[in-house]
């Protein structure tokens, strides 16, 4: 049922990105343009049971479209899994005349905003996660930093790599997603790409595969390794000791969180940010926004949740074929 909004509330919720800043930026801007009153809620649905919010101005907002992280913290929340956490949270928001609320995470933040609209606040989830794991868009904000950001270290461990012939294993964030880890693997021509949806846990293959490459001159060797698949430091362990090569395992780790976005992560979250506050103002609840075949969209929550998303087949064997 669609109401007439006055007061929205904006929070992130989950792993921070780049460009949540951007999106929280373009939300309060929208919506204070609109005549709506803004509050910041924060460290997530965690600060909301906690009763953490505050006015947020257009000049709240100054100085941050180029900060990575979340000026208004994040958190994970038990709590308002149970339906007790979620009819306490939609009582508080109801408390600070909150009648709407953007949601900047992922997949499990969006079932919290399903499950405030059931509880009578008009919400709409914005896709914020270095993961692009969210299946009704195509972009997520964060990726696009994250992954410049691996590619950029990958470039170096490869030079050290190359100087000392050896192999390295770099690991990327992504636990049960692997875009990260393909995404690097083309941009850094690497020669092997473990990603958790593709793992056939077939090391044999990989150890044959360096030692051909050794035999047609080749004097390193990348692989790129998902989260996921992780186990990296004993995998490099028995690669040596099967291949001869010198192995290094080289973790990332939460540098691909942060960092200033990049222009990409700055200009999708804007216009996220501000389609999500058009949402709320035309009534609309239990949506969330996303960019679909070269197009802004919203679907409905429980739409998007059940839509799939898998890694594309070309361009995995693209990776492959261009490894050699
Ligand atoms: P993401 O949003 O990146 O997928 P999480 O899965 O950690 O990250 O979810 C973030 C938060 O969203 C959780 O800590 C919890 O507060 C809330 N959440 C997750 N799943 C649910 C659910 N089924 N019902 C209500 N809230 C949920
Ligand atoms: O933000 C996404 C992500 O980096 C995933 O790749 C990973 O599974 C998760 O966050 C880990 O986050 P945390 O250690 O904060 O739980």
């Known amino acids: 049922m669609s109401k007439e909004i006055k007061t929205i509330g904006v929070l992130t919720s989950g792993g921070d990105a780049p460009g949540m800043n951007a999106a929280i930026r373009a939300v309060v801007r929208k919506s204070i343009a609109n005549g709506l009153k803004v509050k910041g809620i924060k460290k997530g649905y965690q600060g909301l049971l906690n009763e953490e919010i505050i006015d947020l101005e257009a000049h709240s907002v100054s100085d941050t479209i180029q900060r990575g992280g ?22 508080i928001c109801r408390k600070h005349g909150i009648d709407g609320i953007v949601v900047i995470g992922g997949d499990g933040s969006y079932k ?86 593709k793992y056939d846990y077939n090391e044999q293959r990989i150890i044959n595969s360096i030692i051909d490459s050794r035999k047609r001159g080749k004097t390193h060797h990348i692989i790129i390794n998902a989260e996921g698949v992780g186990h990296s430091v004993s995998m490099a362990r028995r690669i040596e000791a099967a291949t001869g090569m010198e192995t290094r395992a080289t973790i990332l780790g939460y540098m691909q969180r942060g960092g200033s976005p990049t222009a990409k992560d700055r200009v999708y979250a804007s216009i996220m940010g501000s389609y999500a506050a058009d949402i709320l103002l035309a009534g609309k609840s239990n949506r969330v926004v996303g960019y679909k075949n070269g197009h802004y969209q919203d679907f409905d929550i429980e739409e998007a949740l059940n839509m799939k998303k898998e890694i594309s087949e070309y361009e995995y064997e693209v990776s492959r074929l261009l490894s050699v």
């Not at 000026?71 to 939609?90: D, H, N, S, V």
């Open 112 to 197: 919290g905003a399903q499950a405030l609209a059931r509880n009578g606040i008009n919400t709409v989830g914005i896709p914020g996660t270095i993961d692009l794991d969210i299946a009704c868009t195509d972009y997520t904000i964060g990726f696009d930093t994250a992954v410049n950001t691996a590619m950029d270290a990958i470039d170096k461990v490869r030079d050290t790599s190359s100087s000392h012939e050896r192999c390295s294993i770099i690991e990327v964030m992504g636990r049960n997603a692997g875009y990260i880890a393909l995404w690097c693997g083309i941009a850094n021509g690497a020669e092997d790409i473990l990603l958790p949806e």
């Open 70 to 91: 979340t000026i208004l913290g994040t958190a994970r929340c038990m709590e308002f899994k149970t339906p007790e956490g979620q009819a306490k949270g939609a009582e």
